[in-house]
T-cell receptor
């Protein structure tokens, strides 16, 4: 158990819908990262938040948005869902933003039908 | 742009033997971190080892060691005394440490390791 929690574990929804994925970092970690893992794209970095502020953006679609709240938990919002958004979404956390170990949560498996 | 290359799509190793998984990277950022993760068939991503670009010594964590050769831009993972439970996909990753794109990470395509009894 990495100490990073993600909910829900599985999510099945229809095209065009909107979903919210939630992540709680390890106690004491200020940084949260979101990743998408799909068969055709591999592991893709989406976004990084440090202590509530966005620090880096990767291959995140405009239909996707994220935020980190004062209690340091984070949410990833996916809207106007398409079949191609079906993937495993990971959250990870670390103490600092740019150095040190990074621990992953168990992931949320999103299936868009 | 950052890039991670893992040239071995699949590797086989005999139980109890050592194995080296290759990783080369490319970056113009002087500050970065290198990671290895294990992903078993169950899907979770397990952190194995971390090496900072300014670290003088190679990182070690139990049976895992990272052979960091900065001039060659390589960060190979060495697993000693392989166990059947080591069979999994292994990812090499790099995280930027500069002021712009701080924390942006790039992953390789992975190497599937199979440990034979």
């Amino acid at each position: 158990d990495s100490g990073v929690t993600q909910t829900p574990k599985h999510l099945i929804t229809a095209t065009g819908q909107r979903v919210t994925l939630r992540c709680s970092p390890r106690s004491g970690d200020l940084s949260v990262y979101w990743y998408q893992q799909s068969l055709d794209q591999g592991l893709q970095f989406l976004i990084h938040y440090y202590n509530g502020e966005e620090r880096a953006k990767g291959n995140i679609l405009e239909r996707f948005s994220a935020q980190q709240f004062p209690d340091l938990h984070s949410e990833l919002n996916l809207s106007s869902l398409e079949l191609g958004d079906s993937a495993l979404y990971f959250c990870a956390s670390s103490v600092a933003g740019t150095s040190g170990e990074q621990y992953f949560g168990p992931g949320t498996r999103l299936t868009v039908t | 742009a950052q890039k991670i290359t893992q040239t071995q799509p699949g590797m086989f190793v005999q139980e109890k033997e050592a194995v080296t998984l290759d990783c080369t990277y490319d970056t113009s950022d002087p500050s970065y971190g290198l990671f290895w993760y294990k992903q078993p068939s169950s899907g979770e991503m397990i952190f194995l080892i971390y090496q900072g670009s300014y670290d003088q010594q190679n990182a070690t964590e139990g049976r895992y060691s990272l052979n960091f050769q900065k001039a060659r831009k390589s960060a190979n993972l060495v697993i000693s005394a392989s166990q059947l439970g080591d069979s999994a996909m292994y990812f090499c990753a790099m995280r930027e440490g500069g002021n712009t794109n701080a924390g942006k990470s790039t992953f390789g395509d992975g190497t599937t390791l199979t440990v034979k009894p």
